[in-house]
């Protein structure tokens, strides 16, 4: 209210009629949802109960994610995809780019390959974990290596998710669902 109006009124009335209490708040300001792009209703039936349904416009178009892959066909893939679905997508072809990227902007989470030459993607992780802690369980590990001890002693360690190669858009879905804490894929303009 104090954002809308640069003051705030709340004003609350009870009133009986007959065997009935009716009490009413209301406010002066932007309105319930509409501030976050959506909208509140009630949906009743006499007899079946009633609906109180919130919609809120999906998060995804302000997220970003920083691709990193060597491979410029599967970095290709995933920016299609990503964006697709409303997200802000950057890419890296290297660890050190990716880095150099990492210096400069935010990120909700990085998508990014264990195995590529010269900073690999565990490294890509060491320094991470150095320099931005908080941003270090923001990384999606995607292999084709997961027979190797070292890589599986590595996620073990790490705890974060992993997209074996080759993974469906589906797969890509359901991880971000469950990093971004939604039972569902996010999908902008849902």
């Known amino acids: 209210m ?16 007959g065997s009935t209490i009716t009490i009413r708040l209301q406010d002066d300001g932007p ?9 509140l209703r009630v949906e009743s039936t006499p ?54 990227k990492i210096e400069k902007r935010h990120y909700d989470l990085i998508i990014s390959d264990l195995k590529m030459p010269g900073v690999s993607g565990v490294d890509l992780y060491e320094r991470i974990r150095e320099t931005h802690p908080d941003l270090a369980a923001g990384i999606v590990f995607t292999s084709g290596d997961t027979v190797s001890a070292g890589t599986e002693a590595f996620l073990r360690r790490t705890g974060n998710m992993t997209l074996l190669k080759p993974f469906s858009l589906e797969e890509l879905h359901a991880a971000l669902g469950r990093f971004f804490g939604t039972s569902e894929p996010v999908r902008a303009g849902s």
């Open 31 to 39: 309105g319930i949802a509409t501030e976050h792009g959506g909208s």
């Open 2 to 17: 104090l954002e809308a109006h640069g003051r705030g009124r709340l004003r609350i009335t009870i009133r009986a009629a």
């Open 47 to 100: 007899g079946r109960g009633a609906a109180f349904i919130i919609e809120l416009a999906v998060a995804a178009g302000g997220r970003s994610i920083l691709v990193v892959d060597d491979e410029p066909s599967i970095q290709g893939l995933l920016v299609e995809a990503l964006a697709r679905e409303g997200y802000k997508v950057d890419t890296a072809a290297s660890g050190s780019s990716a880095l150099a």
